[in-house]
């Protein structure tokens, strides 16, 4: 049980720490958005305060937004889970199965040119960085 545990509290953390430490990089990048992040987190939180608490983090839109962006460009868990089709159908030229069990990767979704106009650009809030 105790590895059970430790397994569900490492998967946890690093898939977190893996968000921030992209994040971070992309912010670094780009000192024009980090400075936005900046100063958005310094409007809410004011001169005295000194920390942001759960509650502030939903009025922090653009920061949402830059995380939000990391994940479809850095996702932690790059497989969905795996589905089962329930009929036969045809996607692009492959014939699958109904009963199929299929497996959809959450990086080539997030990277498709077909639906993202830059798809390896980021672009939190629709906002380049």
Not at 69 to 96: A, D, F, G, M, V
Request: hydrophobic residues 40%.
């Amino acid at each position: 049980m105790f590895h059970a545990l430790q397994n569900v509290f490492a998967v946890g953390t690093n898939t977190s720490a893996a968000t921030m430490v992209w994040s971070m990089t992309y912010l670094m990048n780009n000192p024009r958005a980090m400075k936005k992040v900046q100063m958005e987190i310094r409007s809410l939180i004011g001169g005295n305060k000194g920390f942001v608490n759960e509650n502030d983090v939903q009025e922090l839109h653009y920061l949402k937004a830059v995380v939000k962006e990391t994940i479809r460009l850095q996702p932690t868990e790059s497989l969905l889970p795996p589905r089962e089709t329930i009929e036969n159908c045809i996607i692009e030229w492959y014939e699958i199965q109904a009963k199929t069990h299929v497996f959809v990767i959450r990086w080539a979704i997030g990277r498709d040119p077909e639906t993202w106009q830059n798809p390896e650009e980021v672009y939190p809030g629709g906002i380049c960085l």
